[in-house]
């Protein structure tokens, strides 16, 4: 049987750092009000000059570092990301070249939003197992908050920036168990970021009426759903394995909302010391959340080599999705 395995993990935050007192002086907001509502005390944000593909760049030099391996040896790249440098090429292609990988591996990206990392992990699982590739590069990197109105403060708080990934290698020794995915296209109208392709296509004379490309979300209704659909995700996958709450060592969640993790913690019955959080320093970093809270608890020392790791994220579509990983 041929897993695959986490080889190495690596991660990237831009250096500028946004508290909630920085915004309650460009918007009708306060520190309690977001400490309250989501645990965010503050987030990263990308400077003018970085995109997501630079941060992708400096995450992925990370993760080939720690796993010991040359740029070249990686035989696939995986991109998973909401807020690509560009619709084409894919932010994967770019980061091909910059890797200086020349033996022409396929790479491309995958819009999941919040699950686009375990969309990207699961797919490169997929190539791994049926032996297709050996070596894979699989990142999650955003700038939503490029896609935020800064004078919008249901959402503008809510965001931050960062690019964070994994290697990983066909071994014969338990890797990742098994993920699971789903998407719900009928939610489209909670959760959005619109482009100006489809308006302009649509009709030329709406320039005046062109919506915004700015993330538009029904928060309180994607909070009631997150939660329930996030709880079927965990029995369906601890189903699936044969597994019981209390194997799990870690959850890894996507971090949108400390009450909704906490939500997902306890349906696991897990302490909350079990369940990597960074939220609070990060807010939500769409699919990047998942794999810098990985490469965090794996850099500090929580997370140990055997041990079983449960990851989880919920997202626009909406798209929904798990890993369960021996680590
Ligand atoms: O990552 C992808 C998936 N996304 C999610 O999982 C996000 C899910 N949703 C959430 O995390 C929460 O719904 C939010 C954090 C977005 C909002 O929290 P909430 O407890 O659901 O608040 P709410 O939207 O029900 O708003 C409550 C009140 C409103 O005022 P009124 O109408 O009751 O007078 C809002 O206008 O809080 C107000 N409010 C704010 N007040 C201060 C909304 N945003 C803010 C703000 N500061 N930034």
């Not at 329930?228 to 996507?254: F, G, M, R, Y």
Request: proline share 4%; charged share 20%.
């Amino acid at each position: 049987m041929i897993y695959a395995k986490i080889k190495g993990t690596g991660s990237y935050l831009p250096s500028r750092v946004v508290t909630n007192a920085d915004l309650e002086k460009i918007v009708d907001t306060n520190d309690a009000w977001i400490v309250d509502r989501t645990g965010i005390q503050q987030r990263h944000v990308i400077s003018e000059e970085e995109t997501t593909a630079s941060m992708a760049h400096i995450a992925a030099s990370r993760a080939i570092n720690a796993a010991g391996i040359q740029p070249n040896d990686i035989d696939l790249i995986v991109v998973g990301t909401a807020t690509p440098d560009r619709f084409f090429p894919s932010t994967a292609a770019i980061l091909q070249h910059r890797l200086g990988i020349t033996n022409h591996c396929p790479a491309f990206d995958i819009a999941g939003a919040c699950s686009g990392f375990i969309y990207a992990l699961s797919i490169a699982d997929q190539f791994i197992r049926t032996g297709a590739v050996k070596t894979a590069l699989v990142l999650g990197a955003e700038c939503l908050t490029r896609l935020v109105d800064w004078t919008d403060r249901t959402t503008c708080v809510l965001f931050g920036d960062g690019a964070a990934g994994v290697i990983l290698q066909a071994d014969h020794q338990p890797g990742i168990l098994g993920t699971h995915l789903h998407t719900d296209g009928q939610y489209e109208p909670l959760l959005y970021a619109p482009n100006q392709l489809r308006q302009q296509t649509a009709n030329e004379n709406l320039a005046e009426a062109l919506e915004p490309p700015f993330i538009k979300m029904k928060g309180r209704e994607v909070f009631k759903i997150a939660v329930n659909t996030l709880n079927q995700i965990v029995d369906e996958t601890l189903a699936a394995n044969h597994l019981s709450k209390s194997d799990i060592d870690w959850l890894i969640p996507h971090q949108a909302n400390l009450r909704i993790i906490q939500a997902s913690a306890k349906k696991l019955a897990l302490p909350m010391e079990r369940v990597v959080l960074t939220v609070q320093h990060h807010g939500n970093t769409s699919a990047a959340s998942i794999p810098l809270a990985l490469d965090i608890a794996v850099r500090d020392g929580r997370i140990q080599p055997g041990q079983l790791l449960l990851m989880e994220a919920f997202g626009a579509g909406f798209t929904w999705g798990s890993a369960l990983v021996r680590y």
